[in-house]
């Protein structure tokens, strides 16, 4: 606050930082920037920025002061030895972008490429060019920040670099000044979203204007990557990027193109690129959504471009990334156009070692999971036991597939889907697929879809699905919200003191009012208590009384062994939680966790309880659910709710 200026948002937004200023004294010696190529330096009472020669060939820039005489920056900086090791200089100037705001990093594209990946990337367009490939081609990183995409790179006269702005162009000169292998003059400051093509450099304008030379041209680039909504947006910790989709030239003019996929910023890069240097080769990092998202569909069927070769890794390795999705390279051709729809991509770890393959495709006029579900839905009534909540069809969103009592804690991107009766089969086998298969950083863009009418005779895998749904963790039915229709057990199962509110789950398990609604064909539902494959025998519990006397009306589920294993193991548990003096008696499951495992300062439910014997029984029932999972995964597949 007390360097003199009045309006940082502002300086923001012409591309001058507060870390700007940080950089010019941090490598200062006496209050003297050591390094003279810096945007902002210090010259000991003031800071000196934008320096450029004006039209009359005169050396200009801009002053700034301290409001205070200085005393606030001499206190600070009395208590730090200045400069850092020389060794380091280049490092710091390199990465700037660290520096920067996330926000901004985001909508410019301050991204720093790890090395490794920037190494690998140049050897993947050597695959599909050919070894000479710099010779004989000229490289433009339209969104260079600092230039750490083109490190490696040996020819510098065929390479070009501009950015968006003039403090990254003055630390790309710096590192010319120390060796990097760029030319000044092919080093510029450039808006590639909004600025004409006639404010290039003519030597990149020749270049664009010439058909068969725009052909040798490979335009390499980590562009920017923001989106007008992210997790954190949907799930109501911060506003929507304003004017994500409309707020450049770019985006306008291919508003009606472009379909959804404008919300992205890569997508207004990546469509430029497309239509006005059309013929040229492309290199870029992005996620995978461009390949499989739903959303991208408009976007696959105006961006008409080869896709020659492309890798995977995990988004983590770059900086200041904490999701968990993949973030591919690929090498286009534009002048081959074709219709992405499959491609088998290399996948890579953390360390950079090859790992295996991976298959995207891209499915055209099919629908998708929550387009089957959708018409099962039910109006809320006395008849509704519960709540899904879902939200989009791929990995990333399985997270918010929970059953809940209530609508309170559903945000306004959920979609609210009421269980009764009629649909609690189908709302199983939604929240079972889309929960059986662990989310990973590779599946993480992977989409649920409409499945084939298998599922709807094969029972077995019906109540799989409902007994992974009653035992799941986000399961998070409470007594506190209303009846608890969701007690698998009947009283005298677990020891309950007292008679449950609600019979339906057990009602629903043995078979009772069937004939109001019958899911499958007759011949495929089953007799007999449903802890027997055989089709008789007393209830599970080690010789606990029969849950229910069935007569020849009734159709009892029945369920495979590992499903019975599951509610075996849940039965104990809920004996164990009876047996405490202060039970409620009409506890669920999220109940009996919250009341052994309690909850911590910030009102997050702890993840283990000092009652041993619980910490025993819930890692039973976990155990039996993980074996559970694992056999309902082949079925996803096979009912082709996921492709491989």
Not at 299 to 312: D, P, S
Not at 340 to 350: H, N, P
Not at 606 to 628: F, M, P, Q, T, W
Request: net charge positive.
């Amino acid at each position: 606050p007390t360097i003199m200026v009045n309006n940082w948002e502002r300086m923001k937004k012409a591309g001058i930082i507060d870390g700007d200023f940080y950089l010019a004294d941090l490598l200062s010696s006496e209050n003297q920037t050591l390094k003279e190529k810096l945007f902002v330096v210090l010259r000991k009472t003031v800071y000196v920025m934008g320096r450029h020669k004006n039209d009359m060939g005169f050396l200009t820039s801009s002053q700034v002061d301290f409001c205070d005489k200085q005393r606030a920056h001499t206190q600070f900086w009395a208590k730090y030895g200045r400069p850092p090791k020389e060794e380091y200089w280049d490092y710091m100037t390199d990465r700037r972008d660290l520096l920067v705001p996330q926000d901004i990093r985001e909508r410019k594209g301050s991204f720093y490429t790890p090395k490794i990946w920037v190494e690998l990337s140049q050897k993947y367009i050597a695959d599909v060019l050919g070894e000479d490939w710099q010779d004989n081609y000229c490289v433009w990183d339209c969104a260079a920040g600092t230039g750490n995409l083109l490190a490696g790179l040996t020819n510098k006269y065929n390479i070009w670099a501009s950015t968006l702005d003039k403090a990254d162009v003055d630390v790309m000169r710096d590192r010319i000044e120390n060796g990097a292998n760029l030319l000044d003059d092919h080093v510029f400051q450039f808006d590639f979203l909004n600025d004409d093509f006639k404010k290039l450099p003519k030597g990149l304008r020749d270049i664009i204007n010439d058909e068969k030379r725009r052909k040798k041209l490979i335009v390499y680039i980590n562009p920017p990557y923001a989106e007008a909504t992210s997790t954190a947006t949907r799930v109501g910790t911060k506003k929507n990027k304003t004017g994500v989709a409309t707020r450049n030239k770019t985006s306008v003019k291919f508003f009606d193109k472009t379909g959804k996929a404008r919300n992205e910023i890569f997508a207004h890069f990546m469509s430029r690129i497309y239509f006005e240097l059309h013929g040229c080769k492309i290199g870029e990092f992005s996620t995978q959504k461009a390949l499989i998202a739903p959303n991208f569909k408009d976007f696959r069927n105006f961006f008409l471009a080869k896709l020659k070769k492309c890798f995977i890794v995990p988004a983590n390795t770059f900086d200041n990334v904490k999701g968990q999705f993949p973030i591919g390279f690929k090498v286009w051709d534009t002048a081959d156009e074709k219709l992405f729809k499959t491609a088998s991509v290399d996948v890579f770890d953390v360390n950079g070692n090859y790992i295996g393959k991976k298959t995207y495709r891209a499915e055209r006029g099919c629908k998708y999971i929550n387009d089957w579900i959708k018409p099962f839905n039910g109006v809320a009534s006395v008849d509704t036991i519960a709540k899904l909540c879902y939200a989009g069809n791929d990995f990333q969103n399985s997270n918010k597939v929970q059953i809940c009592s209530s609508t309170k804690k559903i945000i306004a991107h959920d979609v609210v889907f009421n269980i009764a009766r009629n649909n609690l089969i189908q709302a199983s086998i939604y929240f079972a697929v889309r929960h059986c298969i662990p989310a990973t950083w590779l599946n993480d863009r992977d989409q649920f879809l409409y499945p084939n009418d298998g599922w709807k005779t094969d029972t077995i895998f019906q109540n799989d699905c409902l007994a992974c749904t009653l035992f799941h963790s986000q399961n998070n039915i409470s007594s506190k919200h209303g009846v608890n229709h969701w007690i698998p057990f009947a009283e005298y199962d677990v020891g309950a003191k007292n008679n449950f509110d609600s019979d339906f789950k057990t009602d629903f398990i043995a078979g009772k009012g069937e004939t109001d609604y019958v899911l499958a064909e007759p011949a495929s539902l089953f007799y007999g208590s449903f802890f027997d494959t055989d089709g008789g025998g007393s209830g599970g519990g080690g010789g606990h009384k029969p849950k229910t006397r069935f007569d020849s009306a009734q159709r009892p589920r029945k369920f495979s062994k590992s499903a019975q294993n599951v509610f075996k193991a849940g039965e104990e548990l809920w004996r164990h939680y009876h047996a405490q003096p202060n039970a409620a008696g009409n506890a669920s499951y999220y109940d009996i966790r919250e009341h052994f495992q309690g909850r911590n300062a910030k009102g997050i439910m702890n993840s283990k309880s000092g009652d041993e014997r619980y910490n025993e029984l819930i890692d039973a029932l976990r155990a039996a659910l993980k074996v559970l999972a694992e056999k309902i995964e082949p079925k996803v597949y096979e009912y082709e709710f996921l492709k491989k």
